[in-house]
């Protein structure tokens, strides 16, 4: 409900004026999601920061190490991809997250 009022007040959107107009119905405007509701530039402005996060998504995959040193506890590979993490207060050791690469079987020690 907030969504909707929002997006009626708003100045930049023409979402009232397509109501006021009959070019969207009531029932319609009950059922809109708020990304149909959003103006072009708020949609714009939307999927920019989608791609942004898409990219640095993409980009932590890529911080991984790989290593022969760690067995896979299910399948016994040592083909293991791992990252390190503080987790807990800076006077314990750091959490290593580990994953095989063969049968994708996922652990964690510290």
């Known amino acids: 409900m907030q969504v909707l009022f929002l997006n009626l007040k708003s100045k930049d959107n023409n979402?009232?004026?397509?109501?006021?107009?009959g070019?969207?119905?009531p029932a319609r405007l009950s059922t809109m999601?708020?990304?149909e509701m959003a103006s072009?530039?708020?949609?714009?402005a939307d999927e920019k920061l989608m791609e942004e996060n898409m990219r640095t998504a993409?980009?932590?995959?890529?911080?991984k190490s790989i290593s022969d040193q760690l067995t896979c506890g299910k399948?016994?590979?040592?083909?293991?991809s791992y990252t390190q993490a503080q987790t807990r207060s800076a006077d314990e050791?750091?959490?290593?997250?580990?994953?095989c690469e063969i049968c994708s079987h996922r652990w964690k020690f510290s």
Do not use: H
């Open 75 to 80: 399948c016994g590979q040592k083909k293991v």
């Open 40 to 44: 072009a530039q708020r949609r714009q």
């Open 23 to 25: 070019e969207i119905t």
């Open 58 to 63: 993409m980009m932590a995959k890529s911080e």
């Open 93 to 99: 050791p750091m959490t290593t997250f580990c994953t």
């Open 33 to 35: 999601e708020s990304s």
């Open 15 to 21: 979402l009232r004026n397509r109501v006021v107009s």
